[in-house]
């Protein structure tokens, strides 16, 4: 295998370096952070983006295997945040000069949803004289309400294909319609089509999942020009199906540094995506997201969501933050991020620098 040095003074990757780059260990990986670091200040700044994430609601319609708050988990307390819940909270955002916020929940594919999102959209919109911008994450949704949704004002969304391995994504969800791989794909082209400045990403560590199958993420990636990534450690919850393979799974120390790398090599690939920090991160590592923000990602998202509701809306065991007030939240973080010579991109909606330049080339969205 190539070493790290090497295969980092490259122009392009093959497969084989980007899987020798997720092996690297010890100082071979500091010396892939610094590398992604650097790029990430060269390319997109020295300013780390804050999206305020407002959790809206925990009801799923879907069952994947790995999720904490799956349609099938009867132990889970199912909320939905009111109206006036969710504006307070993109007021607070937008008062704290977040500049960004994103709108996640389980997945719920009813006219109602579409058209209760719809209408909060342009609340949001009209309450802060359209400066505020809004990713959505709010999963597989027919083309025209992705339409809709756009037209009301959102400009990014997020939606992880998980696993690009068709074989893993099978195995990590349950064996029916709802759970397709190419319908998530499909969704993902509808999204770009529209467009929005389309985000993805894959859980790391998931059981069955090799160091080929990240290599071969990352290479989708590329091929299909994302513009903004997400991604994070995948971490076991009892009340799930896959908790069963646990003995499988790499140690949290393994899964973590795996993660971070996953980042940095996609730094390293992609030079002027957004990547955000996870917050699968933070339960590894209490201060795992900023070390993210060290290794190539340029954006975080504090949980903005009622401390009330937190608890609930737990996709993975020992979520962090679950009782810290969100003016808490920033003035840690705040401090954390400038001791890492960076700053925080205040008032400003942080959009992907890849996406214009996408355009900009290929006359598209
Ligand atoms: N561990 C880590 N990430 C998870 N997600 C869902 N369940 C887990 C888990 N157990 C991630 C998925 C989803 C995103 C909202 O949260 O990637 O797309
Ligand atoms: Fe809700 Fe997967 S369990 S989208």
């Not at 594919?109 to 009209?126: D, G, M, N, V, Y």
């Not at 400066?131 to 992705?146: A, N, R």
């Not at 990014?156 to 759970?179: A, C, G, K, S, V």
């Not at 993420?217 to 994302?226: M, Q, S, T, V």
Request: a negative charge.
């Amino acid at each position: 295998m190539k070493n790290t040095n090497i295969i980092l003074e490259q122009s392009s990757f093959t497969k084989e370096d980007l899987t020798a780059l997720l092996h690297s260990e010890g100082e071979e990986m500091m010396l892939l952070f610094a590398r992604a670091n650097e790029i990430r200040e060269q390319f997109t700044g020295k300013r780390i983006f804050f999206r305020g994430l407002i959790e809206l609601s925990n009801i799923c319609e879907k069952d994947c295997l790995y999720c904490g708050i799956r349609k099938s988990n009867s132990n889970v307390h199912r909320y939905s945040l009111t109206d006036k819940e969710i504006l307070d909270a993109a007021r607070f955002a937008y008062e704290n000069h977040y500049g960004s916020i994103v709108l996640q929940s389980g997945e719920i594919a009813t006219k109602a949803f579409a058209k209760r999102i719809e209408k909060l959209l342009l609340q949001i919109k009209s309450m802060t004289n359209d400066k505020l911008g809004i990713t959505l994450s709010l999963g597989e949704q027919d083309p025209e309400v992705y339409l809709r949704w756009f037209e009301a004002g959102a400009h990014r969304y997020l939606l992880r294909i998980e696993t690009t391995n068709e074989n893993l994504f099978h195995r990590i969800h349950p064996d029916n319609d709802l759970h397709d791989f190419k319908h998530r794909l499909d969704c993902l082209y509808s999204i770009r089509k529209i467009g929005y400045q389309t985000g993805t990403g894959v859980m790391i560590g998931l059981p069955f999942q090799t160091v080929e199958d990240l290599s071969a993420d990352l290479l989708f990636f590329r091929d299909f020009d994302i513009d903004m990534a997400g991604m994070g450690p995948y971490i076991e919850h009892s009340e799930t199906p896959l908790y069963q393979y646990k003995d499988l799974l790499l140690s949290l120390p393994q899964r973590f540094n795996l993660a971070l790398k996953m980042i940095a090599t996609l730094r390293v690939l992609m030079k002027d995506i957004n990547i955000a920090a996870a917050t699968a991160l933070q339960v590894i590592d209490p201060i795992g997201r900023e070390k993210a923000l060290r290794a190539g990602a340029n954006v975080i998202m504090p949980n903005i969501t009622p401390v009330n509701y937190r608890k609930d809306y737990r996709l993975y065991e020992n979520k962090p933050c679950l009782d810290e007030e969100a003016v808490q939240c920033q003035s840690c973080l705040e401090s954390r991020i400038n001791a890492g010579g960076n700053e925080i991109g205040f008032d400003d909606w942080g959009d992907s620098k890849h996406f214009f330049d996408r355009k900009n080339k290929n006359g598209r969205a």
